[in-house]
């Protein structure tokens, strides 16, 4: 019998009638391994009544309280998180090295989040009228829904909910459905560690559980990371019915090579950028900007090392995976069809299979385009997958232009050895995260993660202070305290004195 993921609300599994599943497969050998319980409204009604119910108790728990819960979790995640790592290497596809990188990279958001205390410290004003003293405040939303994507199913969540949880809000997570089974185990590592049955839960599912949150009167705010439509739509449904809502969505990930650039650095960092988990990362770089005259020597290089690259099962020690799905891997390889028809040079043709692993896996290999146009659809949209276009560009000033042009900005990088130049760069540019020499900037847990334009919706980033302020919201007290002297009544508004 295929096993079954299923919700997990109140500090247990839920063990309901199952209405709906969807299939979670093995992309490395292409078969169905596992079923997930689809939520109904019914369902997500039943976590989102959990969380709400543990909320008053969680709010109130002290800071040291919360703390200990958090130090506690840190410690039994970083001892499990090979078998994290191993569950999304099982149904992502990606090889094991990158998720070990992915569970680290979240467990260092809890490792913010131990600092909560500090964090959460209001300011306060002695005497700012005679006797009179004001101060601020920043308490829990309630309960929060976080929706995540396939990519990285459990450092995405991650950015979120250790925040939301050490500022008191209880959560319901709902991830994708394509690799359910790492935020499971997570779910019982805040168990063992001590956390208050309630304050985390997660539905599985699609649309009916996502619709579910945006329209459930006792959820708060909605952090959500996926694809730029379903962004859009979430922020939209979302704040109409009175959310706070964090919406980051798709990508296309630009880096500008400058002529002065150590081309092998930079043909490395492309391959690393480019290749890494297939392609499938919103940091992926998926647009290299050779500026003239380097074209011809920078793609010689990325091409050249190319043919070391060993795809094939995570599980072996490969540096590619699989696609996370089938109908996702057909989906980038008409892309990389589309841009042959179009014109593109193709160098490197990855729709030319030879993997280490089973001939049913969902498999495309590295594909390099040289003289792409931005007329081009592979320049245009967001592949998810491993296909790397070099667009030639006449100067600086015309790769720069091209970034502010493209819809998309989440991330992007500068390849120099000229200081005067990456610090231009980086005042012009108009993308939310960037790197100089550096391919895939995604900033330290105590540093905000969020795009500009198409790729947020909404005013908050992902973690460092932002997240804080995200799951909070500011009380201020103005105060005086046994003072037994009074001007009488005064109906003018309030001022110094
Ligand atoms: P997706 O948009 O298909 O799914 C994201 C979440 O939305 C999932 O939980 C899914 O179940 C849900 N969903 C899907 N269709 C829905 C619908 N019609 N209505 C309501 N909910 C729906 O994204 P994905 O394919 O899982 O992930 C890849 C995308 O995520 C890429 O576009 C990538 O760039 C983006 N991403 C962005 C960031 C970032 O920080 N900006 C990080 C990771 C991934």
């Known amino acids: 019998m295929t096993a079954l993921v299923t919700h997990w609300i109140n500090g247990q599994s839920w063990s309901g009638a199952v209405e709906r599943t969807g299939d979670v497969y093995d992309p490395a050998t292409g078969q169905v391994t596992k079923k997930v319980d689809f939520a109904s409204r019914a369902v997500l009604d039943e976590a989102v009544t959990a969380a709400k119910a543990a909320f008053p108790a969680w709010r109130d728990a002290s800071l040291t309280k919360r703390t200990q819960v958090l130090f506690a979790f840190r410690e039994i995640l970083n001892a499990n998180k090979e078998s994290v790592a191993a569950l999304i290497t099982e149904e992502h596809g990606k090889v094991l090295s990158d998720a070990l ?98 304050v985390f839960n997660v539905v599985h599912g699609d649309k009916e559980a996502v619709d579910g949150l945006l329209e459930h009167r006792d959820v708060k705010s909605i952090s959500f990371v996926g694809s730029t439509p379903i962004a859009q739509y979430i922020y939209e449904a979302g704040t109409k019915n009175g959310k706070r809502v964090q919406a980051l969505g798709g990508a296309k990930n630009h880096m500008l090579v400058l002529p002065d650039a150590d081309l092998d650095l930079a043909a490395d960092q492309a391959i690393n950028a480019g290749f890494g988990s ?17 074209g011809d020597e920078l793609v010689a290089k990325i091409a050249e ?73 592979i320049y245009t949209d967001e592949i998810f997958g491993p296909v790397l276009s070099v667009v030639r560009v006449p100067s600086y000033e015309a790769g720069v232009q091209l970034i502010n042009d493209h819809p998309y900005g989440n991330g992007t ?45 909404g005013d908050s980033h992902a973690h460092g202070t932002e997240g804080v302020h995200f799951f909070t919201r500011g009380k201020v007290v103005t105060s005086r305290w046994l003072d037994p002297s009074h001007g009488g009544i005064n109906l003018g508004f309030p001022t110094q004195s």
């Open 305 to 377: 090392r190319m043919p070391a690259l060993r795809t094939g099962d995570g599980r072996r020690g490969t540096d590619m995976g699989p696609l996370v799905t089938g109908v996702h891997r057909d989906k980038v390889r008409s892309y990389v069809d589309a841009g042959e028809a179009a014109g593109a040079t193709l160098v490197v043709d990855g729709r030319d299979i030879d993997v280490d692993g089973d001939a049913e896996g969902f498999w495309l290999l590295p594909t390099l385009f040289d003289q792409v146009t931005t007329d081009m659809t």
């Open 101 to 198: 990188g992915e569970v680290t990279r979240g467990q260092e958001v809890v490792e913010f989040a131990c600092g909560i205390p500090h964090l959460m410290k209001g300011g306060f004003s002695e005497g700012v009228s005679s006797g009179v003293d004001v101060y601020s405040i920043r308490q829990p939303l309630g309960v929060v829904g976080i929706i995540s994507p396939f990519n990285f199913p459990a450092m995405v969540p991650m950015w979120f909910f250790p925040i939301a949880i050490a500022t008191g809000n209880t959560v319901v997570v709902k991830p994708s459905e394509k690799d359910p089974s790492a935020i499971m185990l997570i779910a019982e590592m805040w168990k063992q560690a001590g956390l208050p049955d309630g």
């Open 278 to 294: 297939a392609g499938e990362r919103c940091m992926a770089i998926s647009v290299v900007l050779a500026v003239d005259p380097i």
């Open 413 to 457: 990088a500068i390849f120099t050895n000229d200081g005067g130049a990456a610090r231009r760069f980086q005042n012009e540019i108009e993308v939310g995260m960037i790197g100089i020499n550096v391919p895939i900037p995604v900033p330290m847990a105590y540093y905000s993660f969020g795009g500009w334009k198409a790729s947020l919706f």
